[in-house]
């Protein structure tokens, strides 16, 4: 069975930093894409930034490149994302998202992925 459990989150003020954890159970880690994915309330559930060895790397959304970092820790089975300098616009609900065989084209996409975390809250004030 496949679970990926979430922590990390929280409320912080504009230009702080959080880090989100993910770590999964029942999946071949190293050999699944891993994503995050975020929803602002009454807003579709939108790309982050994602990890596949697969299809070359790493990959973000342009909002938030230079000021996210998605990493892996195979040992342990569990993704990062770092966020430095977060905004207001940064407030969501972040998921994480893993998939065993995603093709280029869906990465970005949550139709791509089989299995989430179950979110966690992220508030920036300003």
């Known amino acids: 069975q496949v679970q990926l459990v979430q922590s990390g989150g929280g409320l912080v003020q504009a230009g702080e930093s959080l880090t989100l954890s993910c770590a999964a159970s029942g999946v071949t880690f190293t050999r699944y894409a891993l994503a995050w994915f975020r929803q602002a309330p009454g807003k579709e559930r939108k790309f982050v930034a994602a990890?596949?060895?697969?299809?070359?790397?790493?990959f973000y959304t342009d909002s938030v490149k230079g000021r996210f970092t998605i990493s892996r820790d195979n040992a342990k089975s569990t993704v990062f994302l770092q966020m430095n300098n977060l905004q207001p616009e940064d407030t969501a609900v972040y998921f994480c998202?893993?998939?065993?065989?995603?093709?280029?084209?869906?990465?970005?996409?949550?139709?791509?992925?089989?299995?989430w975390g179950q979110g966690t809250q992220v508030t920036v004030s300003s």
């Open positions: 998202a893993a998939a065993g065989g995603v093709i280029l084209s869906q990465l970005r996409t949550p139709s791509g992925y089989n299995y």
């Open positions: 990890f596949s060895q697969r299809h070359g790397g790493t």
